[in-house]
């Protein structure tokens, strides 16, 4: 009898620091990923648009610029890049935790933990996202700090800020904001590219 070829993935559970709630999501990814296949699963998961630049680092370190592991932010040219992405396999073991930061102007910063390598389960398409909590947040509004900050103040009309924040936002986001719940989340309705 032939035995089947089982695939082996990673589970990650990644959360944007400093969200409060936390928005996180646990995602599976492949276990021959690279960090390029790491980052576009990252935006889908995140509904990020992948407008910004971005940059995986060891979180032992204080900030991504005194050990970037990817992509080589000084020298980095999209266009003519011809470095190649590390794969995940070399750079995160299981149980430790590697930083990714989107957008160097807003700097949303995600914790990234490895908390499995394991076997594919049956009838999934990788990557795929198995759990989160949390509506996802809205790029170019100033990080998490502006996001949570525009949330505290849209829940109260009777806050001073409310109307010019309500206009702003409409402004910057169109009217389907004002259908926008913070604490929706359904994993299911999370598209990978």
Request: hydrophobic content about 40%; proline content about 6%.
């Amino acid at each position: 009898m032939a035995s089947a070829k089982h695939t082996l993935c990673y589970q990650l559970r990644i959360h944007l620091v400093g969200s409060k709630p936390e928005i996180w999501r646990r995602i599976l990814v492949p276990a021959d990923s690279d960090l390029d296949d790491l980052h576009f699963a990252i935006q889908s998961a995140f509904e990020w648009e992948n407008d910004h630049l971005f940059s995986f680092w060891h979180p032992e370190h204080n900030s991504r610029n005194v050990r970037n592991i990817y992509p080589d932010i000084e020298n980095w040219d999209a266009e003519e890049s011809d470095e190649i992405a590390p794969k995940l396999a070399d750079i995160l073991a299981v149980g430790k935790t590697l930083m990714y930061t989107y957008d160097f102007g807003d700097d949303w910063e995600h914790e990234i933990l490895c908390e499995a390598l394991m076997i594919k389960p049956p009838r999934i398409r990788l990557p795929h996202c198995t759990d989160g909590e949390m509506n996802s947040a809205f790029e170019d509004i100033g990080g998490i700090w502006g996001y949570q900050s525009m949330l505290e103040v849209i829940k109260n009309p009777d806050n001073p800020e409310y109307a010019e924040q309500l206009e702003w936002i409409l402004e910057s986001f169109g009217k389907r904001i004002l259908k926008y719940d913070a604490t929706a989340f359904d994993p299911k309705k999370i598209k990978f590219g």
